[in-house]
């Protein structure tokens, strides 16, 4: 398996509405538009509804937008192109049920390059090595319900990195982890060769992988910036439904560089 650096994002007045039967589509994203450098790290936050997700499957093409466009390592996503940015942009979902779905963890790891047409060798070579980076290599003949969730979690990561992907785009990573996993988790992710979106509501999170954030409100970009710096405005964070932890200080929290 290579080691990637991870390809550049560019979004452009991404637009998209959810059908409401004869109403108009109910608008989800708003005109987002960002850009992202090659290997960055970045968080996704914002309240309950201001399109995180919807943005997440936007980038894809589980979603199509209305109107804007994508760019993923200089190839613009389409209906021509959305199975090659398949395979530069791998998502881990919420639940890690949603991607564990094989007798084993070593066939769900080797499903997705498996179905891109890489075998033998190869595909065994990559198998052991995305298991190696998550640090599950001995669990590829176990069933994923028998891992914790916090392996599963790690084993879903495993089955998008078997794909060679530039981008890991996570939704919700830290949901439900106990302390250990959560460590276990940020280690994991710190140490990913790949460009990294992470749509969390877990602020800490953020403020120790990410550098800097995305701020989603109805469908809209409000802020883009350093991840301690937005979560040290207490006014701005407020305003957008954004709450830390009791005690927590960013202005006194270490994040890695």
């Known amino acids: 398996?290579?080691?990637?650096?991870?390809?550049?994002?560019?979004?452009?007045?991404?637009?998209?509405?959810?059908?409401?039967?004869?109403?108009?589509?109910r608008t989800v994203l708003d005109g987002i538009s960002f850009?992202?450098?090659?290997?960055?790290?970045?968080?996704?936050?914002?309240?309950?509804?201001?399109?995180?997700?919807?943005?997440?499957?936007?980038?894809n093409g589980i979603l199509m937008a209305i109107a804007g466009s994508i760019e993923v390592g200089g190839i613009v996503l389409s209906r021509d192109t959305v199975?090659?940015?398949?395979?530069?942009?791998?998502?881990?979902?919420?639940?890690p049920d949603d991607q564990l779905f094989m007798p084993t963890v070593g066939e769900d790891v080797a499903f997705g390059?498996?179905?891109?047409?890489?075998?033998?060798?190869?595909?065994?070579?990559?198998?052991?090595?995305?298991?190696?980076?998550?640090?599950?290599?001995?669990?590829a003949s176990r069933h994923p319900q028998h891992l914790s969730l916090g392996q599963r979690r790690r084993a879903a990561i495993a089955t998008i990195l078997s794909m060679d992907v530039d981008v890991v785009?996570?939704?919700?990573?830290?949901?439900?982890l106990d302390p250990?996993?959560?460590?276990?988790?940020?280690?994991?992710?710190?140490?990913?060769?790949?460009?990294?979106?992470?749509?969390t509501h877990d602020l800490p999170f953020a403020l120790e992988?990410?550098?800097?954030?995305?701020?989603?409100?109805h469908g809209r970009i409000?802020?883009?910036?350093?991840?301690?710096?937005?979560?040290?405005?207490?006014?701005?964070?407020?305003?957008?439904?954004?709450?830390l932890p009791w005690g927590f200080d960013p202005r006194h929290t270490p994040e890695r560089a």
């Open 1 to 25: 398996m290579s080691e990637n650096r991870g390809a550049g994002i560019s979004v452009r007045d991404l637009r998209f509405g959810y059908p409401s039967g004869r109403a108009p589509a």
């Open 35 to 59: 850009d992202i450098d090659a290997g960055e790290r970045v968080a996704v936050l914002g309240r309950n509804g201001a399109g995180k997700t919807t943005l997440m499957l936007h980038l």
């Open 83 to 95: 199975r090659e940015i398949r395979r530069r942009v791998g998502l881990v979902f919420q639940d």
């Open 113 to 139: 390059p498996g179905n891109f047409g890489v075998s033998g060798e190869e595909l065994e070579a990559r198998v052991a090595s995305a298991l190696d980076r998550v640090g599950l290599a001995d669990a």
């Open 169 to 176: 785009v996570l939704d919700e990573p830290t949901s439900n």
């Open 180 to 199: 250990t996993a959560r460590r276990e988790l940020s280690a994991t992710l710190d140490a990913l060769p790949a460009t990294l979106l992470v749509v």
């Open 209 to 217: 992988l990410c550098p800097r954030s995305l701020v989603l409100d």
């Open 222 to 243: 409000v802020a883009d910036g350093p991840t301690r710096m937005l979560l040290s405005d207490s006014a701005f964070m407020a305003a957008h439904g954004l709450e």
